[in-house]
């Protein structure tokens, strides 16, 4: 057990639809990382958040947005949903500083979304 | 940009075979490295790092050394097991303001018995 823990486990939604995935990082943690894993694409960062700022952004669509909230934990919300957006989406924390370097990732297990 | 590429799998041993995933990576300053390993239905795990050059990551009979001259961080293990079937996940983090990390496509090993 990573200590981070993401609901809902599997989310099944209709094209057009809006939904939101939620994590709660390690205790202690000011960093929260959101990661897309579909079969074609691999793992893909999509954006980090460390104490409720955006701080670095990756492959994230225009549909797609997410906040961090002052207790630290974090939303991912997806919108007008299509097929490809079918994929295990993961939350990871970190306790996050200026100087990241060498600092571990933690992983969720992982939000499954399908789009039907 | 910064990247990682790995050796394409599927990979298929035997039960106490030799391991070695190859990685290597392209960065502009001098990254720290990672191996995750992501079992079935499971999320990643940290399962080595190494955060400077010639530092050596180990856990669980893995092994990894930083080689600034050749780009790499490969994964290797003396005798494999069927547990170690799980897919392995080479990665950079940028030693810069912010914590992005760049993860590479993933190998899948299968361990028989």
């Known amino acids: 057990d990573s200590g981070v823990t993401q609901t809902p486990k599997h989310l099944i939604t209709a094209t057009g639809q809006r939904v939101t995935l939620r994590c709660s990082p390690r205790?202690?943690?000011?960093?929260v990382y959101w990661y897309q894993q579909s079969l074609d694409q691999g793992l893909q960062f999509l954006i980090q958040y460390y104490n409720g700022e955006e701080r670095a952004k990756g492959n994230i669509l225009e549909r797609f947005s997410a906040q961090q909230f002052p207790d630290l934990h974090s939303e991912l919300n997806l919108s007008s949903l299509e097929l490809g957006d079918s994929a295990l989406y993961f939350c990871a924390s970190s306790p996050g500083g200026l100087a990241g370097g060498g600092e571990t990732q933690y992983f969720g297990p992982g939000t499954r979304l399908l789009v039907l | 940009g910064d990247s990682v590429t790995q050796m394409e799998g599927p990979v298929t041993l035997s039960e106490e075979a030799f391991l070695t995933i190859n990685c290597t990576y392209t960065?502009?300053?001098?990254?720290?490295l990672f191996w995750y390993v992501q079992y079935p239905g499971e999320g990643l795990q940290l399962l080595l790092k190494a955060t400077k050059a010639d530092d050596k990551g180990s856990n669980k009979g893995f092994e990894a050394t930083y080689r600034k001259e050749t780009t790499s961080f490969h994964l290797e293990k003396g005798s494999v097991q069927v547990s170690d079937s799980a897919v392995y996940f080479c990665?950079?983090?940028?030693?810069?303001?912010?914590?992005?990390?760049?993860f590479g496509p993933g190998t899948s090993l299968s361990v028989i018995p």
């Open positions: 960065a502009t300053g001098y990254p720290s």
């Open positions: 205790s202690g943690d000011l960093s």
């Open positions: 990665a950079l983090r940028e030693k810069t303001s912010y914590d992005k990390v760049i």
